[in-house]
T-cell receptor
Framework: AQKITQTQPGMFVQEKEAVTLDCTYD???????LFWYKQPSSGEMIFLIY??????QNATEGRYSLNFQKARKSANLVISASQLGDSAMYFC?????????????FGTGTRLLVSP | EAEVAQSPRYKITEKSQAVAFWCDPI?????LYWYRQILGQGPELLVQ????????DSQLPKDRFSAERLKGVDSTLKIQPAELGDSAMYLC?????????????FGPGTRLTVL
């Protein structure tokens, strides 16, 4: 079964601090991709970062980095130097080669609140 | 910057009525997706189009939901009749091609409330 688990319903962080949002996944497909999306209160899903299952290095995009631990099947998102605008829902998602990497399976999300 | 357009942004309807949502993907994006996001959950894929053809509609409740993308550009998702459990956010997304890993770009969504 293909499943994404996000165990943190909510996280709090102070502005300028770093925060880690947890994501674990379950799949039997050796070829897959892992994504993180941000969903502000306005509703749209904003792509943040991508990690392929065969990528040797952890992905980074500006203040976002993905801590990929393949053996543990975890793909945690690290946000450095948090900003007030980072307050939003964050979703981890996965796609597989057997669906042409098209179908995204999402977790239940983590709500991040950044305080001044 | 190109965006995925959706309308309406909000829709309130009574159960047993028909509703329709419209999506215009980013120009040149061949793949279009409709997702449903129930409050407190992540989005769930309802239907995927490659140009005008349906690639995956395995999670679409076909007794009441229909989707079309007649000219391979914009798309309409219809619910008839609407039920209370259909209250959710309906998100449209598009991506460039169907092969390999492609970032999906999402629209602002249509928030449906069924009374």
């Amino acid at each position: 079964a293909q499943k994404i688990t996000q165990t943190q319903p909510g996280m709090f962080v102070q502005e300028k601090e770093a925060v880690t949002l947890d994501c674990t996944y379950d799949t039997s497909d050796p070829s897959y991709g892992l994504f993180w999306y941000k969903q502000p209160s306005s509703g749209e899903m904003i792509f943040l970062i991508y990690q392929g299952s065969y990528d040797q290095q952890n992905a980074t995009e500006g203040r976002y980095s993905l801590n990929f631990q393949k053996a543990r099947k975890s793909a945690n998102l690290v946000i450095s130097a948090s900003q007030l605008g980072d307050s939003a829902m964050y979703f981890c998602a996965m796609s597989h080669m057997n669906t042409g990497f098209q179908k995204l399976v999402f977790g239940t999300g983590t709500r991040l609140l950044v305080s001044p | 910057e190109a965006e995925v357009a959706q309308s309406p942004r909000y829709k309130i309807t009574e159960k047993s009525q028909a509703v329709a949502f419209w999506c215009d993907p980013i120009s040149g994006h061949a793949t279009l997706y409709w997702y449903r996001q129930i409050l407190g959950q992540g989005p769930e894929l309802l239907v995927q189009f490659q140009d005008e053809s349906v690639v995956d509609d395995s999670q679409l409740p076909k007794d009441r939901f229909s989707a079309e993308r007649l000219k391979g550009v914009d798309s309409t998702l219809k619910i008839q009749p609407a039920e209370l459990g259909d209250s959710a956010m309906y998100l449209c997304a598009s991506s460039r091609t169907s092969g390999g890993v492609n970032e999906q770009f999402f629209g602002p969504g249509t928030r449906l409330t069924v009374l």
